[in-house]
């Protein structure tokens, strides 16, 4: 080997080198890049954390705490409506039941699409008989259509279907009040029927004023009313609501309208087969005098004690036998002597940190199962919601609505 050759083998050599050094700063340069954006990703992830944590506590606060006033409010309204004897008082009433109602209806519109926007909506889907969700629908809106002069009927089915009945019976829900809302002493038919195979639709069909062609790509769109409503008459968030539930859940929601005849709403989801032990349900019917609940025993138990005389004057007129108590001593000191409620009805959130779960469970460890067990709030954590279900015990949303109380407990009594 020729010295020409070892100098060409020892610049290639060195330059070998020198790449492989460079080679070595790229990789060390780029890997602690690498690891500079992940410690940045590591602490924007927590911080969203952190945030979205900070929502659900804040959306649970105002759950609580504007819910509580707005239901004490609401029953003391309702008893004013019943017991007025004057045609102007009556009238000022329904006016005050009815500005709580949009005021009620809005505060939840807006939590359920922060909670659909943030991703707080857990879904539990399981296959039951669609009755399970018809028949308390057909309780709540069947006074309420008594009330309002409305025409409601439900075709009762033997169907089953596989979906997270809480939230299927939100977006129904929304169709009937959307049909009620504009289509005044009209009327309403709720029925399910099959469709493609393996496959249900439930519809709302209504006789009201319709919606223009032009209106019906908008409708499920958020803040929209679509045309020919009062301004009184909420953002217009229930449809879209139902749009974002339908999308979780994996359903198709749709809609016909013929302007000055009528709307359907549907929403189109998996049929199920029935278990082999079910019993089909029959329709509940609510009796809008409320004989049904004469003496009814039912203990209520509130640490807001405006809460507790409008719950009390609104029962007792109804016909019920009431006992109130703020926590959970005075719960089980309502229980001495001969006094057993049919039903306990409790707010989740007490003083010092107690919850209403624990006075029914203490209820029943000092009078076993011979109660109904009803948990009332505004927080609907679904930690708290599966508690709640897993002790045997039911849930009622804040604000009360007198009506769909008085379904509940028709079904109770």
Not at 91 to 108: F, N, P, Q
Not at 255 to 265: A, D, E, H, I, L
Not at 360 to 380: E, K, P
């Amino acid at each position: 080997m020729s010295f020409t050759d070892i100098t060409v083998f020892r610049e290639a050599e060195q330059s070998l080198k020198m790449a492989n050094e460079t080679l070595e700063e790229r990789v060390l340069q780029r890997t602690l890049e690498l690891e500079k954006l992940n410690k940045q990703l590591v602490t924007a992830t927590q911080r969203s954390e952190r945030e979205s944590q900070s929502k659900s506590r804040f959306l649970a606060a105002v759950s609580h705490d504007l819910m509580q006033p707005l239901n004490a409010a609401r029953l003391f309204a309702s008893s004013l409506s019943e017991v007025a004897k004057e045609a102007e008082v009556q009238k000022l009433a329904h006016h005050i039941e009815s500005a709580l109602g949009a005021a009620e209806d809005l505060i939840s519109d807006l939590l359920d699409i922060s909670r659909l926007e943030s991703g707080k909506i857990d879904l539990h889907p399981h296959s039951f008989a669609i009755m399970d969700v018809l028949s308390n629908l057909n309780a709540e809106f069947s006074a309420l259509a008594a009330k309002q002069g409305v025409q409601f009927s439900l075709v009762p089915s033997l169907l089953w279907v596989h979906s997270d009945p809480k939230l299927l019976r939100r977006v129904i829900q929304n169709f009937l009040t959307n049909a009620f809302r504009y289509n005044p002493n009209g009327k309403v038919i709720l029925g399910v029927r099959r469709v493609a195979t393996g496959q249900v639709r439930i519809d709302v069909w209504d006789n009201g004023i319709g919606i223009e062609q032009d209106k019906q790509q908008e409708i499920f769109e958020e803040f929209n009313r679509g045309g020919q409503v009062r301004s009184d008459q909420g953002l217009g968030l229930g449809l879209a609501i139902s749009k974002g539930i339908a999308h979780v859940l994996g359903h198709h929601i749709s809609m016909r309208s013929w302007p000055g005849q009528g709307s359907v709403f549907s929403i189109t989801l998996d049929r199920a087969q029935p278990m082999p032990s079910s019993l089909t349900q029959t329709v509940a019917m609510v009796n809008e005098k409320g004989s049904e609940l004469q003496h009814l025993r039912v203990l209520c138990v509130d640490n807001e004690p405006d809460i507790l005389v409008g719950m009390r004057d609104l029962l007792e007129r109804w016909g019920c036998e009431v006992k109130t108590a703020t926590d959970i001593h005075g719960s089980l000191k309502a229980l001495e002597g001969q006094w057993i409620p049919d039903v306990i009805l409790s707010d989740y959130r007490l003083d010092n940190g107690r919850t209403g779960l624990e006075v029914l469970q203490q209820c029943r460890l000092r009078l076993g199962d011979c109660f109904a067990g009803v948990i009332i709030s505004a927080d609907r954590n679904p930690d708290i919601l599966d508690g709640i279900e897993s002790s045997g015990f039911r849930f009622m949303a804040k604000p009360i609505k007198p009506l769909k109380l008085r379904a509940l407990l028709n079904s109770l009594s």
